[in-house]
């Protein structure tokens, strides 16, 4: 399953978004987040994270066929653009075990 998103609301542990697939609670997920690198020479150069991350709250949108998700982010390191992947529900066995 692979999805893509905007986050509505993002901080050092964590952040929220809308999705249109359904995750459940404590799956685990791999994401990719676009971050803007505030590089005044290229203003729309963005830095890419690939994070491992924990759905911690999943609801309904009422009137809507997305879900608001909440996720936790456990771990991220930073990638290059050629490398990024989008959102997807489990991680690869690499992945589980931090390689």
């Not at 995750?23 to 994270?49: N, S, T």
């Not at 991350?53 to 050629?82: K, M, T, W």
Request: charged share 30%.
């Amino acid at each position: 399953m692979r999805f893509q998103t905007q986050t509505k609301d993002i901080n050092p542990s964590g952040f929220y978004c809308r999705i249109n697939q359904l995750i459940q609670p404590w799956d685990p997920v791999a994401c990719d987040i676009a971050v803007p690198a505030h590089d005044r020479r290229y203003p729309e150069d963005v830095v890419y994270l690939r994070c491992k991350i924990r759905a911690v709250r999943v609801e309904a949108i009422p009137d809507s066929a997305e879900f608001g998700l909440a996720c936790r982010i456990e771990d991220y390191r930073i990638i290059s653009a050629q490398m990024k992947i989008g959102c997807g529900a489990g991680l690869e066995e690499s992945e589980r075990e931090g390689g």
